[in-house]
């Protein structure tokens, strides 16, 4: 497969300072070399720049950094789309405002080429708030709402050549939901796969239902990996941890079943924050999650001394 690279180094979606170094510390922990590795061919685009600011103002008081998140929106969609041209994009965080660029460019080249587009969102929160349900005003909790269509962001956001249809967006691993997105994403259909779910059923079967909608509408699959997916206890770069998140063998199984599907077509790793990590050991375990997504076995998998 060819795959690009493409570095978003946002952090002001998510409140905190850092996210802006995940893209350095996943190329510095050997992301091109994996996927070389595995006989991939690769092109790195390097890092987007945002577009220029205009001033925007809303009603809701609480949002934070709204004319640079529109501003980052607009740039990020149009490198997705660009890179997307006869490659598998991959797009380095940043936080998870990046989605809202990655999943506006990545439906306008799926409607281009006639096939609908799935997202499978591996994230200990929906993202689904709109500018007028958010209360903490990070915007890196509305990017799943903005690419679906949901309303509230016209006149503000870059309008969508494409919306994502929420019918076809699987949430996999929540267990932090505020009552407006609850209630935002029943109402639009979205599936959701909390970790209770995941506890009485597991991953497996869950996700293999998904992948078989995929597969029977010829669909293109995005898949947008938040490093809070994973539990604080092997992943502890980020600023918005939450207990009982995905195991090391959990998040590798669906990484392998993935690959097994051949169905991904994109890719998003978010909110890796250096400044929380330890000797780097939350972008390996990036690294070495896409390598699984891209076909590394599990007897292949290198043997690491810390």
């Not at 597991?202 to 539990?231: I, T």
């Amino acid at each position: 497969m060819h795959c690009t690279i493409v570095g978003a180094p946002i952090q002001v979606g998510s409140g905190r300072m850092g996210c802006e170094m995940g893209p350095s510390a996943l190329r510095t922990a050997g992301l091109a070399a994996a996927l070389t590795e595995l006989g991939h061919t690769l092109a790195d685009l390097g890092t987007v720049a945002s577009a220029d600011l205009r001033p925007i103002s809303h009603g809701n008081a609480a949002l934070k950094a709204l004319p640079e998140i529109v501003a980052w929106t607009a740039a990020i969609t149009e490198a997705a789309y660009a890179a997307s041209a006869g490659a598998m994009p991959i797009f380095l965080g940043g936080d998870h405002s990046i989605s809202a660029g990655t999943l506006a460019g990545i439906a306008r080249r799926a409607a281009e080429a006639g096939r609908p587009l799935f997202v499978l969102w591996l994230d200990a929160h929906p993202d689904f708030h709109t500018l007028d349900t958010t209360t903490s005003g990070n915007l890196h909790g509305v990017p799943l709402a903005y690419a679906s269509g949901q309303p509230g962001f016209e006149g503000y956001f870059p309008s969508l050549a494409a919306c994502v249809d929420p019918a076809r967006i699987c949430t996999l691993g929540i267990r932090s939901v505020d009552p407006a997105e609850r209630e935002a994403l029943r109402k639009a259909g979205v599936t959701v796969h909390d970790m209770r779910m995941v506890d009485e059923y597991g991953m497996a079967p869950l996700l293999r239902a998904f992948l078989e909608r995929v597969s029977a509408e010829n669909g293109m699959l995005h898949v947008s990996l938040d490093v809070d997916f994973l539990d604080p206890t092997i992943a502890p770069a980020v600023g918005t941890t939450v207990p009982g998140g995905a195991t090391f063998r959990e998040a590798h199984l669906v990484m392998e079943m993935l690959h097994d599907s051949r169905l991904v077509t994109s890719l998003d790793l978010v909110e890796l924050n250096p400044a929380l990590d330890e000797r780097n050991r939350t972008a390996t375990l990036l690294v070495d999650l896409t390598a699984s997504l891209m076909g590394r076995r599990i007897m292949d998998r290198p043997t690491r001394s810390y």
